[in-house]
Structure formats: structure tokens, C-alpha cells
């Protein structure tokens, strides 16, 4: 009887988790722009999924390398129901770069969680990156990189493990728009999950109202870029119906919070500004 009490606390105090990197500053050099917005989805996305029950962990600003650790280690964690990775960066098909301006492969970070540490746990990767150079209406835009888009194409998609689902800012070859006060498939997720019952839809439901309200609501502003689109979309590989988002936890942690934003406020390396 003991033993089985035990077990049950154990698993009512385990929680869903979220890692959230989100790289706004880089390296001087690394020939990448800062991404003024960014750190304005992280609050917003650190606020509503500890609302939720999660246990979010933040890295902000950091290189390739770390990028990869971070996930690793997180792919190793038990979790109760549901584990949410977010990467927040300048990208191109298949890439997402570091703090340093090296490509980190997002094939490699969901093959992470095949293993049987997230078997049969559900797995949500919200991308928010460029995917290419395109812009609705066949715009060219300076690229970030010379990273080829065709290398890692085919296994990016065959890397998702059962029980996934990936969520990316944009369609294949197209860029993805970051503004001051945050990207639009970002600040789209947190508003549906504020909103009344947006926590108790189906994965699959929620995503495809971001896809609605982003491809039908934003449009781009500027004399180079005005009027231009954005069509987010998502791959999935769930066998069943999930609901990832229904509150797990009936209050937030206010020590992790308070933690959390210290790092956000202060990240733990000093930054120049970029070269732009």
C-alpha cells in the first residue's frame, strides 16, 4: 500500500513541459539581424502555458551547440502528459540558427524524442522561423544565410516521431515576419489559448485555427513588404485525438516565474549589438 501511494503522489506532482528558445540578440559578426519581438512572445508564452500546468524553461540568446543540449536534455525528462518545444529564430528549410550563427538541424532536435523517455507522450514543436526567401507574391528577400533548403528537406519530415506534431510560422521556401511587439503565430497560439475554451480544443482543431486566423487576419506593413501574407502550417503525426492544453495545475508557480523572468531580463551573457 505504501509503495502504490507513493506512485500516485509522484505522478500528481509530475508536470507537462515546455522548453521555449528564443534567440533575439547575435553574436556581432554572425550576420543575422536582432529580432526586436521576441522576447515579448516569450513572456507571453511563458504566462499562459504556466497557467496551464506546465513547467517552462527558458533559453534566450544562445549558440548552435546549446540549442541542441537544451533539447537532449529535455528529450531524457519524464513528463505527465504532453511535453511543448518552441524555437523562436532566423531559419531557412530544415535550419534554425544559433545565437552564433550556426545552423542548428531541426531533423536532429525532433529525433530526440523517439526514444522511450516520451514514448506514447505527446509532443508539440511550434517553429517560429523563415523557411526560405519567398514572400507572398513572389518577393525576393535577402537571405540569411547560404544554408542549402534541399539538404535536409525529406528527413526534417521523416525525423518526426509518433505522437508529434510540428507547427511551422510559414509554408516550405517562404519567409516568416517578426514585428516589435511579437510574430504573429506566436502572439495567435497564447491569444486561442486565453480565449474561453480555446485550452479544451483537439491539437489538431487548434492548429488548424491558427492557420485560419494567421493567413486571413495579418498582413504585412511598409512600403517594401505592405500587403504581403503569411500561411503558417503543420505536420502531424498523432494516431489519436489529444488535448494537450487542458489545465493540469490550478496556479501558477510564482518562484519559477520570478526565475524566469530574471532570465529573460537578464540573460546570463552579455551581448553587443549585431552587425546588420
Known amino acids: 500500500m505504501m509503495s502504490c501511494k507513493l506512485s500516485l503522489t509522484a505522478n500528481k506532482r509530475m508536470k ?46 544562445i549558440e548552435a551547440d546549446e540549442i541542441y543540449e537544451a533539447f537532449k536534455a529535455e528529450s531524457k525528462k519524464s513528463v505527465k502528459d504532453c511535453f511543448v518545444g518552441i524555437i523562436s529564430s532566423h531559419g531557412e528549410e530544415g535550419v534554425v540558427f544559433g545565437a552564433d550563427g550556426c545552423a542548428v538541424k531541426l531533423a536532429e532536435i525532433y529525433s530526440y524524442f523517439g526514444g522511450p523517455s516520451m514514448a506514447d507522450k505527446s509532443k508539440l514543436f511550434l517553429i517560429q522561423a523563415c523557411r526560405g526567401h519567398g514572400l507572398d507574391g513572389g518577393v525576393e528577400v535577402e537571405a540569411d544565410s547560404s544554408f542549402s533548403e534541399e539538404e535536409d528537406g525529406m528527413s526534417e519530415l521523416f525525423s518526426i516521431p509518433v505522437d508529434t506534431a510540428v507547427m511551422y510560422a510559414t509554408s516550405p521556401g517562404y519567409g516568416a515576419f517578426m514585428h516589435p511587439l511579437g510574430s504573429e503565430l506566436i502572439q495567435t497560439f497564447c491569444k486561442l489559448l486565453e480565449d474561453e475554451g480555446g485550452p479544451d480544443l483537439e491539437i489538431t482543431r487548434l492548429l488548424t485555427r491558427i492557420n485560419y486566423q494567421v493567413a486571413y487576419n495579418f498582413e504585412s506593413r511598409g512600403k517594401t513588404l505592405g500587403g504581403k501574407k503569411q500561411m503558417p502550417c503543420f505536420v502531424t503525426r498523432f494516431t489519436r485525438e489529444v488535448f494537450p492544453f487542458r489545465k493540469t495545475a490550478a496556479a501558477e508557480d510564482l518562484s519559477l516565474t520570478f526565475a524566469a523572468t530574471q532570465l529573460i531580463d537578464e540573460p546570463n551573457r552579455s551581448r553587443k549589438s549585431s552587425i546588420s
Open 16 to 61: 507537462n513541459r515546455a522548453l521555449i528558445v528564443s534567440v533575439e540578440n547575435f553574436y556581432p559578426g554572425a550576420g543575422l539581424n536582432n529580432r526586436n519581438g521576441a522576447k515579448k512572445d516569450t513572456r507571453r508564452l511563458h504566462k499562459i502555458l504556466s497557467k496551464l500546468g506546465f513547467s517552462v524553461d527558458i533559453r534566450m540568446d
